[in-house]
């Protein structure tokens, strides 16, 4: 698939001489759904800023379908649709003129067809007459989600779409979104709860300090939490791994004074009992074991306090 949105060395530093992104760079295929996590005051909103032309970049270049969002900005704006983390709706003002005057605002002539398509697959049909002052937060953000779609955008950003929200509409949001990738949108949101990253993710990246920590494939960042670690303490340190035990994946740690072996925990065999009956055999006698399970959150944590997960 080719890239929808290419980010390079991308860097901005505020006013007062904030450094918040710093050399980000990036690649998001079309029809992929991208989840940025990262704690407060990471970049995130910033990073989504500047793409969307809110923000001017320090320097570095961003393109959208081909489009550099400077030197073409209104070719690469229009390719894009922001959901943003605050609710700015005009109050007194229907659904419907809400969805058709932000249609109407990237130049885009009129299609009643269309916008009745996005409002009802957002529920929000039966809703076209009411004020945004007659809805409930849920609907708002999802009239939110309709506007930044009035003008056919193949990227969507969505800033922490469910923060705050009841679970049941978190999960709504998890659906939509799912029924927005199926009907081609590229989708790059924002979050801070890692599980909504599992649950609806083709990628994940890592966002703190400014700085792009990982960006991988869910499925990869999954088989790295199904692995656990088995320590081994002895109770005689060795200088070296003994031969006999050469053909297990372990690694000399304490000054020779344990063994960690790595695992999966999704194999039909962990390797545990041969590895446990070879220790035996080579003469090295067990003080003590534990386990150790590395989890998405640990990769997170680990990558944003700054040591290896
Ligand atoms: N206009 C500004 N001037 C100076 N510093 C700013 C400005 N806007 C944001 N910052 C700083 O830049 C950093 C990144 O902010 P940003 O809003 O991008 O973070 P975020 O990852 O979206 O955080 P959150 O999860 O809290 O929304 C923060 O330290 C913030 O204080």
Same mark, same amino acid.
């Given at each position: 698939?080719?890239? /929808?949105?290419?980010?390079?060395?991308?860097? +901005?530093?505020?006013?007062?001489?904030?450094?918040?992104?710093?050399?980000?760079?990036l690649?998001?295929?079309?029809?992929? /759904?991208?989840?940025?996590?990262?704690?407060?005051?990471?970049? +995130?909103?910033?990073?989504i800023?500047?793409?969307?032309?809110?923000?001017?970049p320090?320097?570095g270049?961003v393109?959208?379908?081909?489009?550099?969002i400077l030197?073409?900005?209104?070719?690469?704006r229009?390719l894009?649709?922001?959901?943003?983390?605050e609710?700015?709706?005009?109050?007194?003002?229907t659904?419907w003129?809400?969805?058709?005057?932000?249609r109407?605002?990237?130049g885009?002539?009129r299609?009643?067809?269309?916008?009745?398509d996005?409002?009802?697959? $957002?529920?929000?049909w039966?809703?076209?007459?009411?004020?945004?002052?007659? &809805?409930?937060g849920?609907?708002?953000?999802?009239?939110?989600? @309709?506007?930044?779609?009035?003008?056919?955008p193949?990227?969507l950003?969505l800033?922490?779409?469910t923060?705050?929200?009841?679970?049941e509409?978190?999960k709504?949001?998890?659906?939509?979104?799912?029924?927005? +990738?199926?009907?081609?949108?590229?989708?790059i949101?924002?979050?801070?709860?890692?599980?909504? @990253?599992?649950a /609806?993710?083709?990628?994940?990246?890592?966002?703190?300090?400014? +700085?792009?920590?990982?960006?991988e494939?869910?499925?990869q960042?999954?088989?790295?939490?199904g692995?656990?670690?088995?320590?081994?303490?002895?109770?005689?340190p060795?200088?070296?791994?003994?031969? @006999? &035990?050469?053909?297990?994946? &372990?690694q000399?740690?304490?000054?020779?004074?344990?063994?960690?072996?790595?695992?999966?925990?999704?194999?039909?065999?962990?390797?545990i009992?041969?590895?446990?009956?070879?220790?035996a055999?080579?003469?090295? *006698?067990?003080?003590?074991?534990?386990?150790?399970?590395?989890?998405?959150?640990?990769?997170? *944590?680990? $990558?944003?306090s700054?040591?290896?997960a």
């Amino acid at each position: 698939m080719p890239a /929808i949105l290419t980010i390079r060395d991308l860097r +901005k530093s505020y006013a007062d001489g904030f450094e918040a992104l710093k050399s980000v760079s990036l690649d998001i295929e079309e029809g992929e /759904i991208l989840a940025l996590l990262g704690p407060n005051g990471a970049g +995130k909103t910033t990073l989504i800023s500047t793409v969307c032309g809110i923000i001017t970049p320090t320097s570095g270049s961003v393109t959208v379908g081909g489009h550099d969002i400077l030197d073409d900005f209104r070719a690469a704006r229009s390719l894009i649709g922001l959901v943003p983390q605050e609710i700015n709706l005009e109050p007194f003002e229907t659904v419907w003129n809400t969805v058709r005057f932000s249609r109407g605002l990237f130049g885009k002539s009129r299609n009643d067809a269309l916008l009745e398509d996005i409002l009802r697959k $957002l529920s929000l049909w039966d809703k076209r007459k009411n004020r945004i002052m007659e &809805l409930s937060g849920g609907m708002k953000r999802r009239v939110l989600i @309709a506007k930044a779609l009035s003008h056919e955008p193949r990227v969507l950003f969505l800033d922490e779409p469910t923060a705050g929200v009841d679970v049941e509409l978190r999960k709504d949001m998890w659906e939509i979104v799912a029924e927005l +990738k199926a009907s081609g949108v590229t989708i790059i949101l924002t979050t801070h709860y890692i599980e909504e @990253a599992e649950a /609806i993710a083709d990628r994940v990246g890592v966002i703190a300090e400014g +700085k792009l920590m990982l960006v991988e494939e869910k499925a990869q960042l999954m088989a790295r939490m199904g692995q656990k670690q088995l320590e081994v303490q002895l109770t005689e340190p060795v200088a070296v791994l003994p031969d @006999a &035990l050469a053909h297990h994946d &372990l690694q000399l740690v304490n000054g020779g004074g344990a063994l960690v072996y790595t695992y999966d925990t999704r194999g039909e065999r962990t390797g545990i009992t041969a590895l446990l009956n070879d220790v035996a055999q080579a003469g090295l *006698v067990l003080a003590d074991v534990q386990t150790r399970q590395s989890s998405l959150e640990d990769i997170f *944590v680990g $990558l944003v306090s700054g040591e290896t997960a």
